[in-house]
Nanobody, 114 residues
Framework: QVQLVESGGGWVQPGGSLRVSCTASGTISNYGMGWYRQVPGKQRELVATIAADGTSGYEDFVKGRFTISREDAKNTMHMQMNSLEPEGTAIYFC?????????WGQGTQVTVSS
């Protein structure tokens, strides 16, 4: 079983940047990884993904502003978030997936406000 711990959330003004990270308790090299976010009262939504081979994908609302990356040697995934908007305020969760397992982190709060 893999445990995931997110970090790097916080408060930022609109237009600002944050980098969130996800550190796993074990090797992630065989896992597809990703970030979801959730606003209270709404469903959790996909933000970005990165496959084991490094192929990345983004939802339209973050394309060109967010960059997902992974450092398998450190069992860590990152997401650089630029040009943040108030609508980006949410709890951000990381996920690790194989064909037989799905693991979630506990989330990190990101608040975008002036």
């Amino acid at each position: 079983q893999v445990q995931l711990v997110e970090s790097g959330g916080g408060w930022v003004q609109p237009g600002g940047s944050l980098r969130v990270s996800c550190t796993a308790s074990g090797t992630i090299s065989n896992y597809g990884m990703g970030w979801y976010r959730q606003v209270p009262g709404k469903q959790r939504e996909l933000v970005a993904t990165i496959a084991a081979d490094g192929t990345s994908g983004y939802e339209d609302f973050v394309k060109g502003r967010f960059t997902i990356s992974r450092e398998d040697a450190k069992n860590t995934m990152h997401m650089q978030m630029n040009s943040l908007e108030p609508e980006g305020t949410a709890i951000y969760f990381c996920i690790a997936v194989t064909w037989k397992s799905i693991y979630w982190g506990q989330g990190t709060q990101v608040t975008v406000s002036s």
